[in-house]
């Protein structure tokens, strides 16, 4: 996949492309927001598919990179995600607000930023074919799940889940790494702000751990909430 870096600070760049470009990423640099609205432009690079994302440094020397993140919507529709160290939920609304699909904050912990970068991009591509079928399924490792019929199997076998057990593991499985606040997975999975007991939440991710005969499926980060960590086998 081709991607975008736009970041000033050429060491900061130069050690993050090469994780990216161990990664298997194709990196183009740009040190601006001039050389990053020109990159996208497709006749800049005759011949090669667009970026599938762009990380977008939001301190440039030229432009404020708000302002590079809504002139880039304007160029192209690859997915932005916007890297910057101001963490203030303000920020965060806003750069969200002009476009970008996601935002991660200094200094963040590269396989966090490789998982949400394949997130966005996967997203991506299939707003772009309606009709692709892979993303009626999740795979991780042994694990199966289909989203339009709601069944999981762990290698072949089928496993009955509850809806919300199901709503849960789904919610986690669209973002592997990612860790997912309390609060928030209440409010997506149980539609509300409110904790029941305080113990639902935990008592499903046990019951999804013992289910699934994999209790490293899902990890407790805490204080904070959960993640699931893709089975490598
Ligand atoms: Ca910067």
């Known amino acids: 996949m081709r991607l975008l870096l736009v970041e000033d600070d050429n060491h900061v760049a130069a050690a ?3 994780v990216l470009t161990r990664h298997g990423f194709d990196v183009v640099h740009a040190r ?3 050389e990053a609205l020109r990159a996208v432009l497709p006749a800049t690079h005759p011949g090669k598919p ?25 160029l192209t529709s690859t997915p932005v995600i916007m890297v910057t160290a101001r963490s203030d939920v303000r920020s965060r609304i806003h750069g969200l607000n002009l476009g970008a699909d996601d935002y991660v904050v200094k200094p963040y912990d590269t396989g966090e930023l490789l998982a949400r970068i394949h997130a ?9 074919e309606p009709g692709a079928a892979a993303e009626d399924a999740l795979r991780l490792g042994p694990v199966t799940i289909e989203l339009p019929t709601r069944r ?23 973002r592997p790494g990612v860790v997912f606040r309390r609060e928030q997975i209440i409010s997506e999975v ?11 939440l935990e008592v499903h991710v046990a019951s999804l751990r013992s289910k699934l005969r994999m209790p490293a499926l899902i990890e407790t980060v805490r204080g904070v909430g959960y993640r699931l960590v893709a089975p490598t086998a």
Not at 53 to 72: A, S, T
Request: charged share 25%; with cysteine.
């Open 16 to 18: 993050l492309s090469a």
């Open 32 to 34: 601006n927001g001039e």
């Open 50 to 74: 667009p970026f599938g994302v762009v990380l977008l440094d939001l301190g440039l020397p030229d432009q404020d990179g708000y302002q590079v993140c809504g002139k880039l919507r304007k």
């Open 120 to 128: 966005v991009a996967r997203r991506h591509s299939s707003a772009d």
């Open 152 to 174: 999981v199997s762990v290698a072949g076998t089928e496993v009955q889940l509850t809806r919300k057990e199901f709503d849960l593991l789904a919610l986690l499985a669209q």
């Open 190 to 200: 149980w539609r509300t702000s409110w904790e029941g007991t305080g113990r639902t």
